[in-house]
T-cell receptor
Framework: GAVVSQHPSRVICKSGTSVKIECRSL??????MFWYRQFPKQSLMLMAT?????????EQGVEKDKFLINHASLTLSTLTVTSAHPEDSSFYIC??????????????FGPGTRLTVL | AQSVTQLDSQVPVFEEAPVELRCNYS??????LFWYVQYPNQGLQLLLK??????LVKGINGFEAEFNKSQTSFHLRKPSVHISDTAEYFC?????????FGKGTMLLVSP
């Protein structure tokens, strides 16, 4: 149980285009989903936290107009990279958890999406 | 604010040797501690976690970690590593719902 999928696993796009990445919790309802970004040989940096039905909370320094996050249902969150540029190339990982705010609930991670912007 | 320090960016070790990956944290409140493993181009897999109770935590794949509150450490150990343990290992702290990761330690196991 507790499987999180991401689609696509890899995407290559041209500079200036937009790319959408999906994150799905396959066997549980995710009240909260997280989006991380990982540069080569570096750690995961939290970009934003999204709760189902409400606006995402972005970390300092993350452009909310560039990285659009939608958490429309308890099993799906999407990250759209708008007007992508080569510096947006990275490994994007989502995670999901269920349960009430403030209590510990394990985050389950997706397999990641490799974005390459040419 | 919470932070995690993994002092070793890379740890080379021979197969069947013991290994310890170090992790220190700082936090102003009680924390939950985690170790994750990441294989190339994959997401993170939870190895083990400390929430409360016994300070020695056993995880998957023969790994274990010990929570030391006085030293604010949560070092990961395995008595005998395999080639397949070659991967990136991340220590993380949660207060309680947001995870903060260390920079990672690459474990390189050679024959």
């Amino acid at each position: 149980g507790a499987v999180v999928s991401q689609h696509p696993s890899r995407v290559i796009c041209k500079s200036g285009t937009s790319v959408k990445i999906e994150c799905r919790s396959l066997d549980f309802q995710a009240t909260t989903m997280f989006w991380y970004r990982q540069f080569p040989k570096q750690s995961l940096m939290l970009m934003a936290t999204s709760n189902e039905g409400s606006k995402a909370t972005y970390e300092q320094g993350v452009e909310k107009d560039k990285f659009l996050i939608n958490h429309a249902s308890l099993t799906l969150s999407t990250l759209t990279v708008t007007s992508a540029h080569p510096e947006d190339s990275s490994f994007y990982i989502c995670s999901a958890k269920s349960g009430t705010s403030g209590a510990y609930n394990e985050q389950f991670f997706g397999p990641g999406t490799r974005l390459t912007v040419l | 604010a919470q932070s995690v320090t993994q002092l070793d960016s890379q740890v080379p070790v021979f197969e069947e040797a013991p290994v310890e990956l170090r992790c220190n944290y700082s936090s102003s409140v009680s924390v939950y501690l985690f170790w994750y493993v990441q294989y190339p181009n994959q997401g993170l897999q939870l190895l083990l976690k400390y929430l409360s109770g016994s300070t020695l935590v056993k995880g998957i794949n023969g790994f274990e970690a010990e929570f030391n509150k006085s030293q604010t450490s949560f070092h990961l150990r395995k008595p005998s590593v395999h080639i397949s343990d070659t991967a990136e290992y991340f220590c993380a702290v949660s207060e309680p719902s947001t995870l903060t990761f260390g920079k990672g330690t690459m474990l390189l196991v050679s024959p």
